[in-house]
Structure formats: structure tokens, C-alpha cells
């Protein structure tokens, strides 16, 4: 029961390739799982997909924590981008009434 009585190297024990093999299949089904629910876009598929193939997420748990910091730029990214469009629309509307309001006072010859 000890380590004494243990016959066979570790890799003859249990192969690394087979321990390999695991861990891709639960990553790539949950991958799958979460393509299928929509919670992840082709594109975000195809992205975890190649790093998981390249040996970037030791286990299921890491995965996720990459796909939810992931998702999570992204819909910071994305807000930041609205809040840039408001300001550039609030912007030309002030700009477009200053210049209203300058036209105004010429015709009206500052009365």
C-alpha cells in the first residue's frame, strides 16, 4: 500500500499522454458545452480552443476564470467605446448649437 510496494515507473503507472488526453477532452467538452449555451462566440471558442490545446489552463477551473476575465474585458471594452460615442455625439451637438447661436447674433446684429 506504501510507496515500497509500488512496481512500474510513474509514466508506466499512469501515462502522461493519458492524463493529457483527459484534460483536453474536459476542456474541449466544456468548451463545447459553453459554445452550445452561447455563452461564448465562435470566436471566443476558436481563442480558448488553441490555448487550451497549447497547454495554457492546467485544469477545468482555470478555464473558466479566463473565459469569465475574458468576457469581462470585453464588456468593459465595449462600455468604455459607448461612453466615447456619447461624449463625441454630446460634443457635436454643442457644437453644432454654439454655431446656432453665433449665426443667430450676427443676423440679429448683437440686439
Same mark, same amino acid.
Not at 455563452?39 to 477545468?60: M, P, Q, S, T
Not at 474585458?73 to 459607448?82: D, G, I, P, T
Given at each position: 500500500?506504501?510507496?515500497?510496494?509500488?512496481?512500474? /515507473?510513474?509514466?508506466?503507472?499512469? =501515462?502522461?499522454?493519458?492524463?493529457?488526453?483527459? +484534460?483536453?477532452?474536459?476542456?474541449?467538452?466544456?468548451?463545447?458545452?459553453? +459554445?452550445?449555451?452561447?455563452?461564448?462566440?465562435?470566436?471566443?471558442? !476558436?481563442?480558448?480552443? +488553441? !490555448? @487550451?490545446?497549447?497547454?495554457?489552463?492546467?485544469?477545468?477551473?482555470?478555464?473558466?476564470?479566463?473565459? !469569465?476575465?475574458?468576457? =469581462?474585458?470585453?464588456?468593459? @471594452?465595449? @462600455?468604455?467605446?459607448?461612453?466615447?460615442?456619447? +461624449?463625441?455625439?454630446? @460634443?457635436?451637438?454643442?457644437? /453644432?448649437?454654439?454655431?446656432?447661436?453665433?449665426?443667430?447674433?450676427?443676423?440679429?446684429?448683437?440686439?
Amino acid at each position: 500500500t506504501g510507496i515500497g510496494k509500488r512496481r512500474g /515507473t510513474k509514466e508506466a503507472r499512469l =501515462s502522461s499522454k493519458v492524463i493529457w488526453m483527459r +484534460r483536453q477532452r474536459v476542456l474541449r467538452r466544456l468548451l463545447r458545452k459553453y +459554445r452550445q449555451q452561447n455563452k461564448i462566440d465562435k470566436h471566443l471558442y !476558436h481563442f480558448f480552443y +488553441r !490555448h @487550451a490545446k497549447g497547454n495554457a489552463y492546467k485544469n477545468k477551473r482555470v478555464l473558466i476564470e479566463a473565459i !469569465h476575465k475574458m468576457k =469581462s474585458e470585453q464588456l468593459k @471594452a465595449k @462600455a468604455l467605446l459607448e461612453q466615447q460615442e456619447a +461624449r463625441k455625439d454630446k @460634443a457635436k451637438v454643442q457644437k /453644432t448649437k454654439k454655431a446656432q447661436k453665433k449665426e443667430d447674433v450676427l443676423k440679429n446684429g448683437g440686439k
